[in-house]
């Protein structure tokens, strides 16, 4: 079994920051891929960062140059770092796990934390 688990979403007013983390537990030999996404009421979930095990990072446009991702290969998180943050980016954020599902395999396993809520006032 594997968990994600997601701290650090809250309210702020626009401009202001917000730091996300998300850890991973359980049985697991690595992690590949780890990403951020979120969604809005009424809205699809969308692609906010992604970054490779070897620290490679792609963002969506409408977020370029405020948000930043980073992971610690040692204590398996991610984390997002959300500065100028603006009303459109309320949402709730989710991070994602792509997970060999054994070692070495090529199959990898989507696993998703539960979610937190990151609420920005205008």
């Known amino acids: 079994q594997v968990q994600l688990v997601e701290s650090g979403g809250g309210l702020v007013q626009a401009g202001g920051s917000l730091r996300l983390s998300c850890a991973a537990s359980g049985r697991f030999f690595s992690i590949d891929n780890m990403a951020w996404y979120r969604q809005a009421p009424g809205k699809q979930r969308e692609l906010v960062a992604t970054i490779t095990s070897g620290g490679t990072t792609n963002y969506a446009d409408s977020v370029k140059g405020r948000f930043t991702i980073s992971r610690d290969n040692v204590k398996n998180t991610v984390s997002l770092e959300m500065n100028s943050l603006e009303p459109d980016d309320t949402a709730v954020y989710y991070c994602?796990?792509?997970?060999?599902?054994?070692?070495?395999?090529?199959?990898?396993?989507?696993?998703w934390g539960q979610g937190t809520q990151v609420t920005v006032s205008s």
């Open positions: 994602k796990a792509n997970i060999p599902l054994w070692r070495g395999s090529p199959i990898l396993g989507d696993y």
